[in-house]
């Protein structure tokens, strides 16, 4: 009876140990840097927009966040088969036909579509703002996303200041505009 009730100790011991192991790893992996981002601005912190650089959508530049230091910028993760994203787009169109004069940038960020695709939405909602292509999606990992629309407001410093995870509204739109453009 002993040794069995030893046997049975031990399996519960290596049952914990596994348990704790694989909490540790779920932990460790999941919560990747954008998903720290998303923590951080929802808490209220502004930290450093990561880098991004990638290719125009049309045309052969390449478009780089950093460029745009020293303005506001909506960055808005999109894909053209995104229900969300087609009732977004033309809020973000009017946006920054209103504000581009007072510094703001909004960028469109295409993902997982092919080109011709994404130059047929941008053509069909008469975008005018800067588009740029990332067909796989190698930035969601740095951004965090999890699905589209994803958008992030970013201060003339260069700092997250907001995020909206889903379709945003026209209200939380112009207040976060107003939060990255700063004080008039």
Known sequence: MARRTRILLQAAAVAVVASLVVLLAVEVFSDSKGRNLVSAVRRGETPPAPSLELPALEGDKRISLASY??????????????????????????????????????????AQDFRTDARR????????????????????????????????????????????????????????????????
Request: hydrophobic share 40%; net charge neutral.
């Open 121 to 184: 939405f941008a053509e069909r909602y008469e975008v005018t703002y800067p588009l740029v292509h990332d067909g796989p999606g190698a930035t969601r990992e740095a951004w965090g996303l999890t699905g589209f629309p994803e958008t992030w407001w970013i201060d003339r410093q260069g700092r997250l200041v907001a995020y909206v995870q889903g379709q945003f509204s026209a209200r939380e739109l112009e207040r976060n505009i107003e939060r990255a453009l700063g004080p008039a």
């Open 69 to 110: 230091r020293g303005k506001a910028v909506v960055l808005n993760f999109w894909a053209s088969w995104c229900e969300p994203c087609k009732k977004e787009t033309p809020m973000l169109q009017e946006a920054y036909e209103r504000y581009r004069g007072e510094g703001l940038v909004v960028l469109g960020v295409n």
